[in-house]
């Protein structure tokens, strides 16, 4: 890109990068620029005109370190993408500069004893392909998994399909370790593991480039699909709630899903009776009799029944939880949005009812029970009927005031989108240590203040 219409030397950049795979067509630069920031009507008007200047495409770590020295030097800001799957602006250049393009370091490296060590680039569905001859697979993955990066995940990600057993992200034990370049003018390589590994984790990239994560990893169970229908809403969260707490049932994914979301559902919907809501299952094969007995005093029907199918050309039934169920939402109305919620454990049943209460069709509720802090609970992504930024807000005060935190998927800021509302003090910490010129995803953290310039 000519570099009299960047801020940023550019030339120079290339110049220092030579041998280094470029993108600097326009057309190019700018779909490589977004992510699904489009589900939020707030985020829309605001980074529809943010694009980088140049995407730069590493083969190995000893590019990345090269571009990371080269940045530096010309104070040149650094967005590091995956495979673009986020939903609020993670991998959207703020402030322009280059996209570090990390989807060409997809090499596992090692694997064994329940651990696989991997390179960040690695489509997710392709981590499991390989690791499945094994008997493994990973512990939890994103709805997005056919398409979403590993590198990605970690980065931008919070839990997924999984977390039912085995927590969010967050949970200790969840990363093994990552291996990150620093963003200085001799850049470093360090290894962070155990409790220092969150230094990195959802962090949008701002606190380091990853170049290598150890996982842990899960057995890898034969998965059946299910759709069980409800008369009440309520019932199918009941029983969701009964399935997440037997700790003998293995499973791996549980979402209560309100009528009339069913409708939009597609091809599912000749199984998404009329007016009924649903409870979306996938249940390791041995333990699927133990579930179908449970079911017998519940009251459900279970109205599809099969092998779970990643296979292409197929739709994997995750794919219409978590956050793609906001997405089938809108593949026909686009007037609506979500939020990210947590329930409190210990009242979700009372909560969920004064919420209905409350907002009624306004608000049409969608679950996921997940592990959260020695817990079991439910996160929400509830579909929202969007009117107004004003009632948007509203409606997430009148959630957080029934104990339901939000993470607000409507900011593109680290601190206002946790349920904290505010940067973990060690990742801010660590930034200082990493990007000390604030190059990294600049704009993403707000608390960071730069201590030092390059010049």
Partial sequence: MPESITRYPIAALISDLAGIPLIDDPVSVKRRSRDFFWY?????PQLQDKFADLVVCPRNEPDVIRIAASCARHQIPITVRGAGTGNYGQAVPLRGGIIMDMTALNAVERQGGGIVRVQPGLKMYELDRQTKPNGFELRMHPSTKRSATIGGF?????????????????????????????AESEPRILELRDDDVQMVNRAYGTTGIITCLEMPLAPAWPWVDLIIAFDDFLDAVRFGSEVAL?????????????????????????????????????????SLAALKAMLQRAGGEITYEAESNETPGSTPLYEYTWNHTTLQVLKSDRSVTYLQCLFPYDRLISTLCDLQTRLGDEVLQHLEFIRFGGHVTASAL???????????????????SHGVMVANPHVVTLEDGSRHKRADADQLRFKHDVDPFGLLNPGKMRSFVPAMSNG
Avoid at 166 to 174: A, C, I, Q, T, V
Avoid at 259 to 284: D, E, K, N, Q
Wanted: hydrophobic share 40%.
């Fill in 154 to 182: 970690i980065a931008g990600g919070s839990g997924g399909v999984g977390s039912v057993t085995y927590g969010g992200l967050r949970e200790r034990g969840n990363i093994c370790a990552a291996r990150i370049v620093t």
């Fill in 382 to 400: 509830p579909i929202v009927r969007y009117t107004t930024t004003q009632r948007l807000d509203e409606i997430i005060a009148i959630h957080e």
């Fill in 40 to 44: 939020s009507p707030v985020l829309q």
């Fill in 246 to 286: 037997a700790d003998g049932i293995i499973k791996k994914l549980l979402s209560p899903i309100t009528w009339p979301l069913p409708t939009y559902f597609g091809a599912l919907r000749p199984y998404c009776p009329h007016g009924r809501s649903v409870l979306i299952v996938m249940v390791a094969q041995p």
